[in-house]
Structure formats: structure tokens, C-alpha cells
């Protein structure tokens, strides 16, 4: 499926002058949710998601999704695969931890899914609140990879940013490169194209 379509279609896929939560400037701006917004699309792309891990062969028991960003497609991609779905929440103290009620088996086998996948910071906490647990982190998963870290069947290799573990497969369904500059070498800024918004969770 053309993915990139589908963020369009959505207007998920923002063009203009955006603040990225690691305080550099892009002009186009990917919002997840929106693309999420209503279930049919979204289970488009969690099932094209999810025959891509069942033809690597991966199988899973659940889906945990950092909240609060992954929780939908973490559920969505559960769904799919037919597997339970949980989700870990932030700790308070820069980590993740797993609350509501929610267990995890020893050996249990487990996919770390975000609806986007930056540098993976957010996934890889994720997976050590579940390894702690004694869970067994089988692949990573996003809908979209914003090029940092290198998925699987893509020509991209990692960058040192990635945070994923490269022994783990990571699975998305496309490359989403966009250019990011600093603050003082951001090219809308000094053609003063007005201040750089934030259109995520925080703005």
C-alpha cells in the first residue's frame, strides 16, 4: 500500500515550519494520529503491517505500546496478529513501567510497537520495562520510520542517533526522511517565515 498516500489523505503528512521534540526545525511534520483517526484506515495499515511480520516468520504472544502515542496502533497491530495488547506508561523518573493490572509472563513473547519510530528512544524504554518483567522483546514495530534506524527490507542503514537494538528486527511500513536543521540553521527561519509550531502531543 502507498503509505505515504494514506498520511496525505489523512492530512497527516503537515507541510510548513514545525518544532520537533528535539528542538530542531523540519518543514514537514508527520501526525500519527490523525492517520489513526478512523479505524477502518487504521486497520489497513496494522494488517500490511502485520502479514509483513508474520512473512519474517516473528511470532508473538502480545503487543505492548508506550503510551500514550503507540497506544493505537499498538492495539490495532494486536488485532491484527490476534494477540493481546498492553501498553507501558512513563514512570516519572525517564523510564517506563507497566500499570493497570496489567502481567507479563516469564519468556512471554512480545513486539514493541509506536505508531512513529524517531530515534526509538521511547520503544527501547518500553522494551526494558518488559525485559525487567521477564518478557521477551520479538521486533520492534511503527507504522512509519522516520529514517534513524534501519528497518526491515529497507535500503536505510542506522544512524548513531538509533536507539533500537540491532539484533532485534524492526519492522515498518516506510521510510519517512525528512530534513532537520538546527535552530540557527534552519532556512524557513532565516527567510522569516514565522515561528516554528509544534502540531504533536505537547503543542
Not at 542506522?158 to 537494538?165: H, I, M, S, Y
Not at 532485534?168 to 524557513?188: G, K, Q, R, S, V
Amino acid at each position: 500500500m502507498n503509505v505515504e498516500q494514506a498520511y496525505k489523505d489523512a492530512n497527516a503528512l503537515l507541510e510548513g515550519h514545525f518544532l520537533l521534540a528535539s528542538g530542531n526545525h523540519s518543514s514537514r511534520y508527520l501526525q500519527s494520529a490523525k492517520v489513526l483517526e478512523y479505524p477502518k484506515k487504521a486497520a489497513e495499515l496494522t494488517d500490511a503491517l502485520a502479514k509483513m511480520i508474520k512473512e519474517a516468520g516473528v511470532e508473538a504472544d502480545t503487543v505492548c505500546a508506550p503510551a500514550l502515542g503507540g497506544v493505537l496502533a499498538g492495539y490495532e497491530l494486536a488485532r491484527s496478529l490476534d494477540v493481546r495488547s498492553i501498553f507501558v506508561e512513563k514512570d516519572g523518573e525517564g523510564g517506563m513501567v507497566l500499570r493497570r493490572g496489567f502481567e507479563v509472563a516469564e519468556g512471554e513473547k512480545i513486539i514493541i510497537c509506536e505508531d512513529i519510530i524517531t530515534t526509538g528512544g521511547s520503544a527501547f524504554k518500553a522494551a526494558q520495562a518488559i525485559e525487567a518483567l521477564g518478557g521477551k522483546i520479538v521486533a520492534f514495530a511503527s507504522l512509519a520510520n522516520r529514517g534513524f534506524c534501519k528497518r526491515q527490507g529497507s535500503n536505510l542503514e542506522a544512524k548513531p542517533e538509533c536507539k533500537l537494538p540491532q539484533n532485534i528486527p524492526f519492522f515498518a511500513l516506510d521510510d519517512f526522511t525528512f530534513e532537520m536543521y538546527t535552530p540557527e540553521e534552519c532556512p524557513m527561519c532565516r527567510r522569516g517565515e514565522g515561528e516554528a509550531v509544534k502540531p504533536g502531543s505537547k503543542g
